[in-house]
C-alpha cells in the first residue's frame, strides 16, 4: 500500500505536486465531510485549501480558500 504524503497539492507549479498518485485518486475527509473541491492539503499543520466555485484568478488559476481542522487523507 503507499503511503499518502503530508501535503499534497492539484497544482503542477508546486513543489508538493505528485502525478502519479494523484491518478490513483485520493479522498479527502475534512472534519468528518467528504470533501470533493480540494486544490490542496497539509495533515500535520491541519488545513485544506479548496476552491470557490469556477472562480479563478487573474492567471487562470482557481480563486481558493484555507480552512483549518481536522485533514484525512485516503486512496479512493
Known amino acids: ?6 501535503r499534497l497539492s492539484n497544482d503542477p507549479a508546486s513543489p508538493f505536486h505528485n502525478a502519479e498518485l ?3 485518486g485520493i479522498g479527502i475527509r475534512f472534519n468528518g465531510n467528504e470533501k470533493t473541491n480540494v ?6 499543520e491541519g488545513w485544506v485549501r479548496v476552491s470557490l466555485g469556477k472562480t479563478v484568478d ?9 480552512l483549518r481542522g481536522t485533514v484525512e487523507a485516503y486512496l479512493g
Open 22 to 24: 494523484l491518478e490513483k
Open 58 to 66: 487573474r492567471r487562470g488559476k482557481p480563486m481558493t480558500q484555507l
Open 39 to 44: 486544490e490542496e492539503y497539509c495533515i500535520s
Open 1 to 6: 500500500m503507499t503511503e499518502l504524503p503530508d
